[in-house]
């Protein structure tokens, strides 16, 4: 399984960005995806689930600010972040659950990530 997040980089307070993940050795279709992040000396959390039939989850932090997708003819993930605040600034990271699971702060497996830095 190979997870490859895109589009991270710096944005000001209130911005907007929208990561990317393409995955491969692993059906999108059919499995659990999401996004955690990880914040300098804090530790990893879950940020957002969608799961293989379309249901979505999300951490009370960032409800209606940011929107997970997925193309499932690309195999791609999507996380669109919206109203971005200074603690949104994180390393952020792909993740897919291998075991059938869908559970937004126990995903088994995740990419390198993806830096978003959100500063004034």
């Known amino acids: 399984v190979r997870l490859a997040e895109e589009g991270g980089g710096p944005v000001q307070i209130g911005g907007s960005l929208r990561l990317s993940c393409a995955a491969s050795g692993v059906t999108s279709s059919s499995v659990c995806m999401g996004w955690l992040r990880q914040a300098p000396g804090k530790e990893r959390e879950g940020v957002a689930t969608?799961?293989?039939?379309?249901?979505?989850s999300y951490a009370d932090s960032v409800k209606g600010r940011f929107t997970i997708s997925k193309d499932n003819a690309k195999n791609t993930l999507y996380l669109q972040m919206n109203s971005l605040k200074p603690e949104d600034t994180a390393m952020y990271h792909c993740?897919?659950?291998?075991?059938?699971?869908?559970?937004?702060?126990?995903?088994?497996?995740w990419g390198k990530g993806t830096l978003v830095t959100i500063s004034s």
């Open positions: 993740a897919v659950d291998l075991r059938g699971y869908c559970f937004l702060h126990d995903l088994d497996y």
């Open positions: 969608i799961d293989s039939d379309g249901t979505t």
